[in-house]
C-alpha cells in the first residue's frame, strides 16, 4: 500500500513538472536559445524530468523586470 501511494506521488510530481515545463516552453516564452521551441516542447516531453531541466537552465531567456512596471499615474490615483 505504501509502495502504491509512493509511486503515485511521484508520477503526480513528474505530471506535473511536465505540465510546467510545457507551459513555460509553450505558452510564457517569447524567445528562446540553442533551439526551436518545438524543439523544446519535445525534448521536455522525451527527457522527463531531463529535458524541462535543460530547458529551464540553458534554453530559457531570463530577463529582468518581466512583470511590467507600474507607472505613477497608476499607483496613486489624482484627487479631484
Given at each position: 500500500m505504501l509502495a502504491a501511494l509512493a509511486l503515485l506521488l511521484g508520477l503526480a510530481l513528474l505530471i506535473g513538472w511536465e505540465i510546467l515545463?510545457?507551459?513555460?516552453v509553450v505558452v510564457?516564452?517569447?524567445r528562446v536559445r540553442?533551439?526551436?521551441?518545438?524543439?523544446w516542447?519535445?525534448?521536455c516531453l522525451i527527457f522527463i524530468p531531463l529535458g524541462g531541466i535543460l530547458y529551464l537552465l540553458v534554453g530559457r531567456v531570463w530577463t529582468r523586470g518581466a512583470t511590467p512596471?507600474?507607472?505613477?499615474?497608476?499607483?496613486c490615483p489624482t484627487r479631484i
Open positions: 515545463c510545457l507551459g513555460q510564457l516564452a517569447e540553442f533551439l526551436p521551441r518545438w524543439l516542447a519535445v525534448a512596471s507600474l507607472s505613477r499615474s497608476s499607483r
